[in-house]
């Protein structure tokens, strides 16, 4: 069980949003803590999507963005497109644990 | 833009220390403020954080990892490496070294990742 929670699996059609919960609590989102998210294909290494909550690097486009409440944090897909079919994980930092966390992972599927 | 790659045995036995290594290219590990990170996901699961060890000299740990764990660096080198003791099979998995620039202390995300080492624990 992770400390970051995540749905295992989301979907949507093509053109279609969809958004991705990361759960957390007060010692890491709630504390305010930054929340980073990565998508990763099969067979390959993890891509850094957001940095510091709201920031993409160079390359990723302004489909992807999210927001934070409380001890959540989300990201939302728009006007997906097949090739954003992957994996997508958050990651924050945890006060109690004095370390970083992975949320379990979400399976995006493009219908 | 920095890269790194891993290095070690792929296989490990069991209660032995699973040690990798990873390079860094294409920039010095002095050059700024780094988190040098080890991530690892076993077969069909989520990533598991296992530690990360700052320019600065701190380490965090994985608590649940924290008594077999080192990282540790050697920016002669530019290489930091990873040693995970008394290994079972739980321990099989995919490891990767990522790095997050910080600025100010400040974590930017694991933006350089490795393409990962499998390593197995099995006799």
Known sequence: ?111 | QVQLQESGPGLVKPSQTLSLTCTVSGGSMSSDTYYWSWIRQPAGKGLEWIGRFHTSGSANYNPSLKSRVTISLDTSKNQFSLRLSSVTAADTAVYYCATARTILGVDLGLAVWGKGATVTVSS
């Open chain 1, 1 to 111: 069980q992770s400390v970051l929670t995540q749905p295992p699996s989301v979907s949507g059609a093509p053109g279609q949003t969809v958004t991705i919960p990361c759960i957390g609590s007060s010692s890491n989102i709630g504390a305010g803590y930054d929340v980073h998210w990565y998508q990763q294909f099969p067979g390959t290494a993890p891509k850094l999507l957001i940095y510091r909550n709201t920031n993409r690097p160079s390359g990723v486009p302004e489909r992807f963005s999210t927001s934070r409440s409380g001890t959540s944090a989300s990201l939302a897909i728009t006007g997906l497109q097949a090739e954003d079919e992957a994996d997508f994980y958050c990651q924050s930092y945890d006060s109690s644990l004095v370390g970083s966390v992975f949320g379990g992972g979400t399976k995006l599927t493009v219908l």
